[in-house]
């Protein structure tokens, strides 16, 4: 059975968000309280309904307690946004995920048992500044309050240089874990493995040591 998620609010978030669900292949139950927000996506998602997300009864009806995973995705509301998430938690949903506007928005869901909390703002602000700063970063992962990943692009200064030339490990802390070419990934590269221009090379280390190797390297 394919997984099936549960996505309540369509705003912006949470339509952008059953979207891309849909286009990965997944099942989308999508419930609002506003029937044109739930117009605007019926055609989209495998269900779509106009409901209250605060009344337990209507999400028992839709058999929302079936669900792999239920995201309440509702926005500026904070007491709808609680009340659905503690409906959610009640109704024995396997994972509840939740957006947050807010710190404390956030330690409210967390005390009520959310299995995960997104800032989407927040998170957002801090990735486009570390773009900014540093234009060749892809993307990167907090692993954990100490830890990232990070995908790189090489730079055509880097051309040419083996993964002993740049010695990340001994001159930075931090180690190259895959290099993503056209051709294919290396993963795990060996000191004799180069880097081209435009290939993707993923590191990982302490945030300082993959942030020092961003600006003073890539
Ligand atoms: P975004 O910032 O992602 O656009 P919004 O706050 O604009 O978020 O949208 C949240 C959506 O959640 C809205 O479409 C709103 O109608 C819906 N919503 C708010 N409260 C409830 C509720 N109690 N039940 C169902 N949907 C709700």
Redesign the pocket.
């Known amino acids: 059975m394919k997984y099936q998620y549960a996505v ?8 952008s968000l059953s979207r891309e669900l849909i286009k990965l292949g997944y099942e989308v139950l999508g ?4 029937e044109a ?1 739930v117009d605007a996506m019926e055609d989209e998602l495998t269900h779509a309904v106009v ?4 009344d337990d009864e209507v999400l028992k009806s839709l058999g929302v307690r079936n669900f792999d995973c239920a995201v309440v ?5 904070i007491q ?2 609680i ?2 998430a503690i409906v959610l938690k009640d109704l024995g949903v396997k994972k509840v995920v939740a ?1 947050a506007l807010s710190e404390l928005h956030g330690k409210v869901l967390n005390k009520l048992g959310v299995d995960r909390i997104i800032f ?1 703002e927040r998170d957002m602000g801090i990735r486009v500044a570390h773009q900014l700063v540093s234009p060749n970063l892809l993307d990167y992962i907090e692993l954990s309050k100490d830890y990232t990943i990070a995908e790189l692009s090489v730079p055509k200064h880097l051309c040419g240089f083996s993964i002993q030339q740049l010695d990340p490990r001994a001159k930075y802390g931090c180690s190259v874990v895959a290099i993503n070419k056209k051709g294919g990934i290396i993963i795990a590269p060996s000191a004799a493995d180069v880097v081209n221009e435009n290939d993707v090379m993923v590191i990982i280390g302490t945030n300082e040591q993959v942030e020092k190797f961003e600006l003073e390297v890539v």
């Not at 995705?73 to 509301?77: F, N």
């Open positions: 309540i609010g369509l705003g912006r978030f949470g339509s419930i609002d309280k506003d927000a409901a209250d997300s605060t995705a509702i926005g500026d509301d709808a946004s009340l659905t957006k989407p």
